[in-house]
């Protein structure tokens, strides 16, 4: 019997707290958190499946994937997911955190979701280098960054672009620069943990 990884097992629990909100969204009447439960537990469930049913991908989108198939990286995303869905809504409440009980719950999710997309994309630069051995580490960090502001500060953007057709994004230019603020110090934990501690992946070393 194969055993089941500290990642894996973590993923399983995300899929599980984001399920109990979808139960917790049902009882409510909740249309739009039905929804988004439901993208949620589909999205979570990618990274068992795919590389299960694909253990091999074609070469050439391999280092795009690289992600996807590193379950540390994965657990990372999953945590984000399933914190940030449940303060949405908290299971078995009645409670929004994000836009009505406590407008400022956003900062736990920009913190974490800077953490996961900057590993994200940080491990796809590392993977893409891996052919050309003259990217150092230091060019890894600065690509790394200046995809990952160029993420974060576009996704700002067009959430004020549609504040005139989406009734609760409403934030001021103070709020964003506090998301952004807080998503960078997500980003920063991130590179001390690939540069410390190795996970969940390792650079290449200087």
């Known amino acids: 019997m194969i055993g089941i990884q500290r990642e894996e097992k973590i993923i399983l629990t995300s899929i599980f707290v984001v399920f109990l909100g979808f139960v917790t969204a049902l009882r409510n009447g909740r249309a739009d958190h039905i929804y988004r439960t439901i993208v949620a537990m589909i999205g979570l469930s990618i990274p068992l499946?795919?590389?299960?049913?694909?253990?091999?991908?074609?070469k050439k989108l391999r280092p795009i994937l690289k992600p996807l198939y590193n379950e540390r990286t994965m657990m990372i995303l999953s945590v984000f997911i399933a914190l940030h869905v449940s303060l949405v809504n908290v299971p078995f409440t009645h409670y929004d955190l994000f836009h009505r009980n406590w407008r400022n719950?956003?900062?736990?999710?920009?913190?974490?979701?800077?953490?996961?997309?900057?590993?994200?994309?940080?491990?796809?630069?590392?993977?893409?280098?891996?052919a050309r051995s003259d990217v150092s580490r230091r060019k890894i960090?600065?690509?790394?960054?200046?995809?990952?502001?160029?993420?974060?500060?576009?996704?700002?953007?067009a959430e004020k672009l549609s504040e005139s057709s989406i009734y609760f994004i409403h934030e001021s230019l103070l709020?964003?620069?506090?998301?952004?603020?807080?998503?960078?110090?997500g980003a920063i934990l991130g590179l001390w943990m690939v540069t410390k501690k190795g996970y969940p992946f390792s650079p290449p070393q200087e």
């Not at 499946?49 to 074609?58: D, E, K, T, Y």
């Not at 920009?110 to 940080?122: E, M, P, Q, S, Y």
């Not at 600065?142 to 576009?154: H, N």
């Open 49 to 58: 499946v795919i590389p299960r049913l694909f253990p091999a991908p074609p």
């Open 175 to 185: 709020n964003k620069l506090r998301d952004v603020i807080m998503d960078t110090l």
């Open 105 to 130: 719950a956003d900062i736990i999710s920009h913190f974490l979701g800077g953490l996961a997309l900057w590993l994200i994309v940080a491990e796809i630069i590392c993977s893409l280098s891996n």
């Open 141 to 157: 960090v600065l690509y790394s960054f200046l995809v990952f502001y160029a993420l974060a500060l576009g996704w700002e953007v």
